[in-house]
């Protein structure tokens, strides 16, 4: 089945940086577009990057130019390097496929923004 394990969360003063990790299997990871979500405290969550297959993407306003979403289709990987961190990035990650009419999500990984 779907499987998705985010990783690289933590505790980083502003302007740091992190790079999360979510690892894939059950599916065939480089035929599909996967993307990272986050949810701040209190929030809903909200779409960060998406990559497609053909290695487009897209960002969410607040996070271009900061982030970069990026896959390994060797490692079944997805990354998110996120630099010059803000305290508003403070949210748990999570990485995110939609696949035949379903939403498949990983645990999510925290990222702390604080100095």
């Known amino acids: 089945q779907v499987r998705l394990v985010e990783s690289g969360g933590g505790l980083v003063q502003p302007g740091g940086s992190l790079r999360l990790s979510c690892k894939a299997s059950?599916?065939?990871?480089?035929?599909?577009?996967v993307d990272w979500y986050r949810q701040p405290p209190g929030n809903q969550r909200e779409l960060v990057a998406s990559?497609?297959?053909?290695?487009?993407?897209n960002y969410a306003d607040s996070v271009r130019g900061r982030f970069t979403i990026s896959r390994d289709n060797v490692r079944n990987t997805l990354y998110l390097q996120m630099n010059n961190l803000k305290p508003e990035d403070t949210a748990v990650y999570y990485c995110?496929?939609?696949?035949?009419?379903?939403?498949?999500w990983g645990q999510g990984t925290q990222v702390t923004v604080n100095s």
């Open positions: 990559i497609t297959s053909g290695q487009s993407t």
């Open positions: 059950g599916f065939n990871f480089r035929l599909n577009t």
């Open positions: 995110h496929l939609y696949r035949s009419s379903s939403d498949y």
